[in-house]
């Protein structure tokens, strides 16, 4: 989305000015305010968050708070739409820089995912109303609501194994998407084979680059989407550090490609790596296959473990990087003075149906 310009004078303010600005207004609003810090948010912003977590840990944080009329997310466009979702109406939820996207969720969107399933009802052998949708929560509000709406659900990289194996008790074969690699990963998780269970569907062909028999025979439709992030983590990295590093423990993200995460020791959600570590014994070894500040993060938290990354190039998620302090201060200021700013709003019809997916979710995978 569009983010215009900061103004010069918060364009030109030192981090110390910002941090000092911010707090005052967080002082002055009390509890009318909840900011909310995603992991991969840099320290200087996360520094100054009430709660931080992954995107769906965070919504529910915010879901918490009735009593708070705003709601600053420091994260990206999708879950400041998930928090409004689960939100009050009357609660305004904020992203201080609308340019804040997510590459993979952007990688799929309703035009695209309708023209798929438009596609998939000429296929022969393939009967829709036996494919349950499954978005991942890194996706758009309008796809949660097409879920919603078809009678599938919505999972995150800590439930999904439940949510598809749900899905698959529901019907035929699971349309997933946005992210490939999270839907290849559970459905290997759940004891599917790669190639002869699971085609990928590419928005960009017809019929997604598939056969109408590959189509049939599929039991996982895996939609042609990535982290930039995630899939940047190799095998070859993980060979080098376990060499560099003798008695190194491997984790990484099921956003990461399938060889990555079966050659690690082990594999799960920001939240599921953060508790490993924090669990693990005083001078354990780790190499981490997620976001740099995440990484860099538990490194200074956790001094008496070695704790790099598998990346030696760094990592950081750009588009999280977006969220700098001086437009954090620009938002919070403008609020103070009663100026709402970037104002993140699902529109009613699709915040009843993604809201219907977001429940199935939380029924599903109770
Ligand atoms: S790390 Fe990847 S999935 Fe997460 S917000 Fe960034 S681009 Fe999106």
């Known amino acids: 989305m569009y983010q215009a310009p900061l ?8 981090i110390e000015e910002a941090d000092a600005r911010i707090e005052n207004v967080k002082r002055a609003m009390g509890s009318r305010l909840v900011i909310l810090g995603h992991h991969y948010q840099r320290d200087d912003v996360i520094k100054h968050a009430d709660y931080r977590g992954d995107s769906y840990k965070l919504a529910k944080d915010a879901s918490r708070h009735p ?24 609660q305004i939820v904020i992203l201080p820089n609308l340019a804040a996207g997510c590459s993979m969720a952007d990688m799929a969107n309703l035009f ?57 008790d529901q019907g035929d074969k699971v349309l997933f998407f946005p992210d490939q690699h999270l839907g ?49 983590f190799t ?34 959600s920001t939240e599921y790596i953060i508790k490993l570590i924090e669990s693990a014994e005083p001078g354990s070894k780790w190499a981490v ?39 954090l201060c620009w938002t919070l200021e403008n609020l103070a003075k009663g100026n709402v700013v970037n104002q993140v709003t699902v529109p009613p019809k699709v915040k009843h149906f993604a809201g219907v997916a977001l429940e199935r979710m939380l029924t599903v995978c109770a």
């Not at 103004?7 to 030192?14: S, V």
């Not at 509000?141 to 599938?152: H, I, Q, T, W, Y």
């Not at 928005?203 to 049939?216: S, Y």
């Open 235 to 268: 095998v070859a990295q993980i060979e080098e550090t376990r060499a560099r590093i003798p008695g190194v423990q491997v984790v990484v993200h099921p956003e990461c490609e399938l060889d990555v995460v079966e050659a690690a020791d082990f594999n799960g």
């Open 67 to 90: 009593e708070a009329e705003f709601i600053v997310f420091c994260g990206v466009h999708f879950m400041a739409e998930s928090a409004d979702i689960l939100t009050g109406d009357d």
């Open 184 to 232: 290849r990963n559970t459905g290997v998780k759940l004891g599917f084979d790669a190639e002869a269970d699971m085609c990928v569907w590419d928005p960009f062909k017809p019929l997604g680059g598939n056969t109408p028999e590959k189509l049939a025979a599929a039991k996982f439709i895996l939609w042609k989407g990535h982290c930039s992030v995630h899939q940047r």
């Open 112 to 168: 695209q995912v309708r023209n798929c399933w438009k596609q998939l009802e000429t296929v022969p052998g393939v009967d829709t109303t036996r494919i349950i949708p499954v978005t991942y929560i890194n996706s758009a509000a309008n796809l949660k609501a097409f879920v919603g709406e078809r009678g599938g659900t919505v999972c995150t990289s800590t439930n999904a194994p439940t949510a598809v194996a749900w899905a698959l």
């Open 289 to 327: 296959g997620t976001e740099i500040n995440l990484v860099s993060r538990l490194s200074n938290e956790l001094p008496d473990r070695e704790i790099v990354c598998l990346d030696p190039l760094i990592c950081p998620c750009s588009t999280m990087y977006r969220i700098h302090p001086s437009f």
């Open 7 to 14: 103004p010069q004078e918060y364009a030109d303010l030192t």
